[in-house]
């Protein structure tokens, strides 16, 4: 069974940071590309980030230069590094395997100004 779990949300204050982690199970994580997206308040779904099996890394435009993702393959488990927060982060965090329907329950961000 795939689980996704999320964790390191929380409240915030403007330029303040967090460490998103999803911890994974039930697939090859390895040979995974995976990626993290968010949805605000009364919003759509918006990606975020993703990084491949590869190594390489893709941000949204918002996020550039302030958010970093990672991966530890040992661990089987993504993070994501969010720095300079600002109120338009504020969202539920999701992780997902990239192309799958597979989502964890997400963890909610917070941003105060």
């Known amino acids: 069974e795939v689980q996704l779990v999320e964790s390191g949300g929380g409240l915030v204050q403007q330029g303040g940071s967090l460490r998103l982690s999803c911890a994974t199970s039930g697939f090859t994580f390895t040979s995974s590309d995976m990626s993290w997206a968010r949805q605000a308040p009364g919003k759509g779904l918006q990606w975020v980030s993703s990084?491949?099996?590869?190594?390489?890394?893709y941000y949204t435009d918002s996020v550039k230069g302030r958010f970093t993702i990672s991966r530890d393959n040992a661990k089987n488990t993504v993070y994501l590094q969010m720095n300079s927060l600002k109120p338009k982060d504020t969202a539920n965090y999701l992780c997902t395997i990239r192309g799958s329907n597979y989502w964890g329950q997400g963890t909610q961000v917070t941003v105060s100004s």
């Open positions: 990084i491949y099996s590869d190594g390489s890394v």
